[in-house]
């Protein structure tokens, strides 16, 4: 493998040296970290590692000169890196001690093995190319301290559509898995497998069939195969009977039926089957108006609560449709009792401006958490920003995504420090003069983004297939299920008790909160309305003018961030400042384009002026 093929990278928030040689274990990784990042911040007390058994958490004793971290394993590099972090910082070091609230901190990357990256916005895949593996060791092993500095310890490689010849990963292909996976071993992170439900059809059986005898054995005997050579699998994530994947009703039986067989084939080595509940109708016709998207998770998994075992994890995006730019939290986050559950993120900005558009997430993580009751989930997992691109997420500061991410997953109470400050300290030194700045754009940007976006909890408003750029009926009349139905009168679905009844899937004081128009939070009303044009908001507004008024402030917004910009420039990095300009001043074009054609295209059908006599093009 030429060195050569590969595009250089940066350091990303670790900028003290890599490690000079690869590290064999967690311990060694940890010492190797220490050294250079201790030497880098110029770090006058002398730090010592100790062995003791945490799981993977960590106990820092400070109360003396000598600083001394305990733990074992990746629990020792946790403590190693979070000592560093403080440090980078200028934070206070005391005693205390630290375990990550969640088990399972994943990482999914949509991978194909082509070299493309399914909504990646960040370049090729860091894993494949040519239908081959393809992969710079040193760059997987920066990839693997990123990922550990913040706690993140599971990743899968290949995209849930599993393209051949991806489905061989678990058996042709598995010599080149496990050399990722000792690659990643000592930086405390394991893989997952992503598998294609039909695979035991790929391998001579006639069925995939779960309750056939010879594909249960199939599943065992892979099963057991892989976990001779990868002994500390994660186990194995499955997109089925989802967007045209094969799944157990494909052959009639249910989700659990299904789930249950992977996961009794993983059960004797403890491995999790992460099964998605991103399960809906992808051929509606829009004439329906019955069948309504969003109920879909829930009708099809509530009824099996209790039925799936227990090492299945349910993995369920955070909201009811599919990570659009403002959502409800998916009500069967809040509703299974009896069943693992995981939250799925997606840090790839497939409808929140695909790594070009500023849009930072902590907020809108924020709010997930602020009704999702702690415990309700025993899991995270985020889709991927990352790619082959020199800056690894296309947009130097996407990253600050990624970091955040990460600390959420080892404890969400991150989210209520500034997470954005503390990326930027750390990726650009604690005193650098556009910290406060970059900071303040980070933000602001989610709420700049949905200003002129589609608005007020509509989705869909875009390019088909892409998924960028303003197109109001580009899936109006699909068969996504992925309709706001406006007319002259108004726009939106009533999902109320008198409509689809969606808010039926809630618990009740969400029920209530959502049911009414005048208690509905306003930035999801037509997430769960239909309104009138001239419906009057809380401020005196009427519906349409608060949608012209919100695009005309984003556009402005916008080009106010690209502004804040231009006066770092001497501040930063030469090629970091000239990276984030080009991508701002596509941000402004983008914003433009919503603008004008959301507001042309509302008020075309309301025939409502704009009450600022604003520029709408006829
Ligand atoms: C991996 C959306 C995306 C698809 C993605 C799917 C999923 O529909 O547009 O690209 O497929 O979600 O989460 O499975």
């Known amino acids: ?314 993995q369920i995006k955070n909201g009811p449709v599919d990570f659009q730019v403002r959502e409800p939290v998916s009500p069967l986050l809040l509703t299974l009792e009896k069943s693992n559950r995981a939250l799925e993120l997606q840090l790839a900005q497939e409808y929140t401006g695909q790594q070009i558009d500023l849009y930072y997430m902590q907020e809108m993580w924020q709010e997930i958490f602020d009704v999702l009751p702690r415990g309700n989930i025993s899991a995270i997992c985020s889709v991927t920003n990352l790619g082959r691109d020199e800056n690894w997420a296309g947009h130097d500061l996407a990253m600050a995504n990624l970091y955040a991410y990460g600390r959420l997953c080892w404890n969400p109470d991150c989210l209520k420090d500034d997470m954005a400050r503390e990326w930027t300290q750390l990726t650009f030194g604690r005193n650098c003069a556009a910290v406060d700045e970059i900071a303040r754009m980070l933000h602001s940007s989610r709420k700049t983004y949905q200003k002129y976006n589609a608005p007020l909890g509509i989705g869909f408003m875009v390019e088909p297939h892409v998924h960028y750029g303003p197109n109001p009926e580009g899936y109006e009349y699909s068969l996504w299920g992925t309709y706001m139905r406006a007319d002259r009168n108004a726009i939106g679905i009533d999902r109320t008790a008198a409509g689809t009844g969606f808010t039926a899937q809630y618990p009740a004081d969400l029920q209530k909160l959502y049911e009414d128009k005048s208690t509905c939070p306003e930035e999801m009303l037509l997430f769960f309305h239909r309104v009138p044009y001239d419906y009057v908001m809380e401020d005196g507004r009427t519906m349409v003018q608060r949608i012209y008024d919100d695009h005309f402030e984003g556009a402005e917004e916008a080009q106010a961030l690209l502004e804040s910009w231009k006066k770092l420039e001497n501040q930063l990095p030469a090629d970091v400042f000239a990276r984030v300009l080009a991508k701002l001043e596509k941000q402004v074009v983008n914003a433009r384009n919503w603008r004008d054609i959301t507001n042309t295209y509302f008020h075309r059908y309301s025939g409502a002026e704009d009450a600022k006599g604003r520029v709408i093009y006829p």
């Open 1 to 314: 493998m030429e060195q050569s093929v590969f595009p250089k990278y940066t350091k990303a928030w670790l900028p003290y040296a890599a490690p000079a040689a690869a590290p064999s274990t967690p311990e060694e990784a940890a010492r190797a970290e220490l050294d250079n990042g201790l030497a880098h911040y110029g770090f006058a007390r002398p730090v010592s590692l100790k062995t003791e058994s945490l799981g993977e958490g960590y106990r820092i004793d400070a109360s003396a000169e000598e600083i001394v971290i305990y733990g074992q394993g990746a629990g020792m590099l946790y403590g190693a890196f979070y000592l560093l972090r403080k440090i980078a910082l200028g934070q206070e070091i005391v005693s205390e001690t630290q375990q990550p609230e969640y088990a399972l901190r994943m990482l999914n990357h949509w991978d194909n093995m082509d070299g493309t990256v399914e909504r990646g916005y960040a370049g090729r895949s860091l894993f494949f190319e040519g239908s081959r593996f393809h992969y710079d060791p040193e760059r997987l092993r920066f990839y693997g301290r990123l990922l550990s500095s913040v706690g993140i310890n599971t990743i899968t490689l290949n995209n849930v559509n599993v393209h051949p010849p991806a489905q061989h990963l678990i058996d042709d292909l598995l010599p080149e898995v496990v050399k990722i996976a000792d690659l990643l071993r000592p930086y405390g992170i394991r893989l997952l497998l992503t598998v294609d439900f039909a695979a035991p059809t790929y391998n001579g059986l006639a069925t995939a069939d779960p309750l056939d005898e010879t594909v249960i054995q199939w599943w065992k005997d892979r099963t057991a195969a892989i976990y001779q050579v990868i002994p500390d699998l994660a186990g194995f994530v499955v997109k089925a009977d989802s967007e045209f994947r094969p799944g157990p009703i494909t052959y009639g039986r249910n989700q659990a039926e299904g789930a249950n067989v992977l996961a009794r084939a993983l059960k004797p080595f403890g491995g999790t089957l992460v099964w998605r509940c991103f399960v809906y109708n992808c051929r509606q016709d829009w004439r329906d108006q019955k069948t309504d998207r969003p109920c879909a998770a829930y009708n099809t998994f509530m009824p099996l609560d209790g039925q799936f075992d227990d090492n299945v994890l349910l």
